[in-house]
């Protein structure tokens, strides 16, 4: 195997894994917005990644996930 150069390893203790309840649905969508923006500013005009973010990363479509999240009740 190579050899790994000034390559760092971080181990952290204080995150946490867990199902994602409704209560995550905002923090999802942010991250998830910030994140393709992010990644696709350069490659895309602002008015298609705004039109893509409010398409799939509002928080009604992330709260639509029938059943995914913990503690879904449907209407």
Same mark, same amino acid.
């Given at each position: 195997?190579?050899?790994? &150069? $000034?390559?760092?390893?971080?181990?952290?203790?204080?995150?946490?894994?867990? &199902?994602?309840?409704?209560?995550?649905?905002? $923090?999802?969508?942010?991250?998830?917005?910030?994140?393709? $923006?992010?990644?696709?500013?350069?490659?895309?005009?602002?008015?298609?990644?705004?039109?893509?973010? &409010?398409?799939?990363?509002?928080?009604?479509?992330?709260?639509?996930?029938? $059943?995914?999240?913990?503690?879904?009740?449907?209407?």
């Amino acid at each position: 195997m190579g050899e790994l &150069k $000034g390559c760092l390893l971080m181990f952290r203790q204080d995150i946490v894994v867990q &199902k994602a309840t409704i209560d995550h649905v905002e $923090g999802i969508s942010r991250v998830c917005s910030e994140g393709w $923006g992010d990644t696709y500013r350069e490659l895309y005009p602002i008015e298609y990644i705004e039109r893509v973010i &409010k398409e799939f990363y509002n928080m009604e479509k992330i709260e639509d996930v029938r $059943g995914c999240l913990v503690n879904y009740s449907p209407l």
